[in-house]
């Protein structure tokens, strides 16, 4: 493979019950059955990156020296991501606490714990590599040192500025697209009233709004693209931000102009609604494909016109 996508960013350990509803506070809910997922942001969007097909995946973690750091990077390797393990033996191994309702929505805690100690200096060489795909799960002068070297350096940045916090203007001054959903551009673009204000309050060359079961919006060179989602039936979303963002940035790297990589990356970011758990919900090249080939379920012309209608453009 030609082009070398590299994510650095978080890797959680994600312990999941199902319940019938998520608590509200003070609230305490019986669940069901219990089980243990690879997750993180970062390492989501790494395996949904490499699965993509297309693009060499590489990755740049810190884990703990515990149990908990085995099965994420199993799931990595797996999915045929190379990694650079930054190791801590101070902190545990990132993770997160997620109660997903049988509506599939879901309440996530994240204690980071080694996430924390991902540091400038920990950024490996950048030759060969097209693409930079961040998160905000690992500390944020980490992240802008990262953007900044890969800008120098030539190569494309991708933020995904999730978990959502404002943003400094020289990190996104380092940004060639910025990805968020609703909520996050709220928060990036100080609370904007509607949708284009929010666009317009971003002085970034791209920006990518993702809108849940609406579908998607990108901002570029003075053009809004639009992708409807493709209609599921969801059993566990937790992941579907994550399989956006790694589909989306491989199919930029491998040369797919926007448009397309917004399809390819609404079409993975539903398959992985309709499976349980993080990176074993993410669909490979061929899932993805077999959905696209699918003239029947891929949104046609009265899907665009409706999410053109609600987006007030």
């Known amino acids: 493979m030609s ?29 069901r059955e ?21 693009a060499y995946t590489r990755m740049l973690l810190a884990l703990g020296n515990d149990d908990f750091a085995r099965p994420i990077e199993a799931s990595l390797l797996a999915a045929g991501v190379q990694l650079h393990t930054v190791r801590d033996a101070q902190l545990p191994t990132g993770t997160a606490f997620v109660c997903l309702s049988d509506d599939a929505e879901n309440a996530i ?11 400038p200096c920990h950024l490996p060489a950048l030759d060969g590599v097209q693409w930079l795909l961040l998160q905000l799960e690992t500390p944020l002068d980490t992240v802008l040192a ?14 995904n500025a999730a978990p959502a916090q404002a943003l400094p203007d020289t990190l996104l001054a380092q940004l060639d697209m910025l990805i968020v959903n609703e909520g996050e551009l709220a928060v990036v ?6 949708l284009a204000t929010g666009l317009a309050r971003l002085d970034v060359p791209c920006v990518i709004v993702t809108l849940g079961a609406r579908g998607c919006l990108a901002r570029e060179a003075g053009r809004t693209l639009l ?3 493709f209609s599921i039936a969801p059993v566990d979303t937790t992941a579907a931000g994550d399989t956006f963002c790694g589909t989306l940035v491989a199919a930029l790297a491998r040369g797919q102009a926007l448009q397309q990589a917004l399809l390819a990356a609404s079409a993975a970011s539903a398959l992985a609604c309709t499976r349980l758990g993080a990176q074993s919900s993410i669909p490979d090249t061929a899932g993805v494909a077999a959905l696209l080939a699918d003239a029947a379920r891929v949104p046609g012309a009265d899907a665009h016109a409706a999410l053109a209608a609600w987006c007030a453009l």
């Open 3 to 31: 082009c070398t996508v590299l994510v650095a960013g978080s890797a959680n350990l994600d312990f999941v019950v199902r319940a019938a509803h998520v608590p509200a506070p003070g609230e305490t809910v019986l669940g």
């Open 34 to 54: 219990f089980r243990t997922f690879p997750g993180g942001k970062g390492a989501n969007q790494a395996v949904a990156c490499a699965r993509a097909g297309g």
């Open 109 to 119: 805690t994240v204690a980071p714990g080694a996430n924390l100690a991902l540091q």
């Open 146 to 159: 990262y953007a900044r070297a890969a800008r120098a350096a030539g190569v494309k940045v991708a933020l």
């Open 189 to 194: 673009a100080g609370d904007p009233p509607d």
């Open 227 to 229: 992708q409807p989602a």
